[in-house]
């Protein structure tokens, strides 16, 4: 598995490493669907910034598989907001690209650079 997951009081954070499959991206967000805190979580943040070989595996169109599958449960938790950590042009671009397959969704999403600047965020 190249990502971990860490439940916090107000929200989930997944540290991604390694050479990032479709398969990371899509079961990562099936265990949060599934899990029951999910509806009462505040903030996602998705860090992708110790990967090595983000994507390669992986395809535009799964990108935009997930992001269909957040705009599906955005209605179970409706105020969530997601912050993506990279720092590669090449994770940025992929996150882009997320974030306007997810445009539908009323969650708010933003890409960072450091988790410090997407915890401001989160508090504002």
């Known amino acids: ?30 265990e949060l669907y599934e899990d029951p805190r999910f509806p009462e979580i505040r903030y996602e943040i998705a860090d992708f910034r110790s990967v090595e070989g983000i994507l390669e595996n992986a395809s535009s169109e799964t990108v935009r598989r997930v992001a269909r599958m957040d705009m599906a449960q955005s209605s179970r938790n409706p105020d969530l907001k997601v912050a993506i950590l990279a720092t590669t042009l090449l994770i940025k671009g992929f ?9 539908e969704s009323r969650w708010e999403i933003r890409i960072f650079e450091t988790e410090e600047d997407a915890r401001r965020w989160f508090a504002a």
Do not use: K
């Not at 997944?14 to 899509?26: A, H, K, N, R, Y």
């Not at 996150?95 to 445009?103: H, I, K, Q, S």
């Open 1 to 30: 598995m190249a990502y971990e997951t860490f439940w916090e009081p107000q929200g989930i954070r997944w540290v991604f490493s390694g050479t990032v499959t479709d398969e990371d991206l899509i079961r990562s967000n099936e």
């Open 95 to 103: 996150a882009r690209m997320y974030a306007l397959f997810g445009d």
